[in-house]
Antibody
C-alpha cells in the first residue's frame, strides 16, 4: 500500500525555524515527484512546490519561492519542508502528496498542523 | 497566468444530482487536464476524478467529470447524492509553469 506519513503538529514562535517531514512507503520513492500543499484553516488548497527525490530537482510556486525550502533524503524515503524564520501567517496545515501524471496528487499524507504564535 | 473559479457552495437533497463547475480564465480548459479532489472535514483530500473524466478505483460511478470548451470550464457531477458526499471539492489544473487549485466548493447534502 502506498502511504505518506507526516510528522506531528508543531507549535512555534515567530522567528523560529522548523522542518517537517513526510515519509513514503509502498513505492519507489526516487521515481515520483513529491508535492507540498498549504491549507490555511478554513481556506482552500495552495500548491507550494514539488521535488524529484531521484535528483533533487525542485520547482516552487513563485508565491513560496524564498519562503520555504523543499528537500528529500532518498536513503530514508523522506521529503521535508523547512522554514528558517516562521511568521504568524505560516499557520496552516501542510500536506505532502505523491505527484502522478498531469499533476494529479495521490495519495496525500495526513497533514501537519503548524501553529505560529507568540 | 490563469485562474480557476468555482462556486463557493452548492446544496442539494439526497438522491438528487449536483454539478460543480470550474471555469478557467487564461488559457484553454481543454489544453491541460483537470483533476478533482474531495476533502471531508478534518481529512486530507482524495482524488475523485483525474485527467478530466477518469475515476480512480474505489470511487463510485455516481461521480463523473467533463469539460466544456464553449464555456471553458470543467464540471464534476455527482448523481444519487448521499449524505457522505457532503464535503469540499477542489478542481486543479496547470500550465507550463504553474499548478493551481480552484477556490473550492462546499457541497451540502440536506
Amino acid at each position: 500500500e502506498v502511504q505518506l506519513v507526516q510528522s506531528g503538529a508543531e507549535v512555534k514562535k515567530p522567528g523560529e525555524s522548523l522542518k517537517i517531514s513526510c515519509k513514503a512507503s509502498g513505492y519507489s520513492f526516487s521515481t515520483y515527484w513529491i508535492g507540498w500543499v498549504r491549507q490555511i484553516p478554513g481556506k482552500g488548497l495552495e500548491w507550494m512546490g514539488v521535488i524529484y527525490p531521484g535528483d533533487s530537482d525542485t520547482r516552487y510556486n513563485p508565491s513560496f519561492q524564498g519562503q520555504v525550502t523543499i528537500s528529500a533524503d532518498e536513503s530514508i524515503s523522506t521529503a521535508y519542508l523547512q522554514w528558517t524564520s516562521l511568521k504568524a501567517s505560516d499557520t496552516a496545515i501542510y500536506y505532502c502528496a505523491r505527484r502522478l501524471n498531469f499533476n494529479r496528487l495521490d495519495p496525500w499524507g495526513q497533514g501537519t498542523l503548524v501553529t505560529v504564535s507568540s | 497566468n490563469f485562474m480557476l473559479t468555482q462556486p463557493h457552495s452548492v446544496s442539494e437533497s439526497p438522491g438528487k444530482t449536483v454539478t460543480i463547475s470550474c471555469t478557467r480564465t487564461g488559457g484553454s480548459i481543454a489544453g491541460n487536464y483537470v483533476n478533482w479532489y474531495q476533502q471531508r472535514p478534518g481529512s486530507a483530500p482524495t482524488t475523485v476524478i483525474y485527467e478530466d473524466y477518469h475515476r480512480p478505483s474505489g470511487v463510485p460511478d455516481r461521480f463523473s467529470g467533463s469539460i466544456d470548451r464553449s464555456s471553458n470550464s470543467a464540471s464534476l457531477t455527482i448523481s444519487g447524492l448521499k449524505t457522505e458526499d457532503e464535503a469540499d471539492y477542489y478542481c486543479q489544473s496547470y500550465d507550463s509553469t504553474t499548478v493551481l487549485f480552484g477556490g473550492g466548493t462546499k457541497l451540502t447534502v440536506l
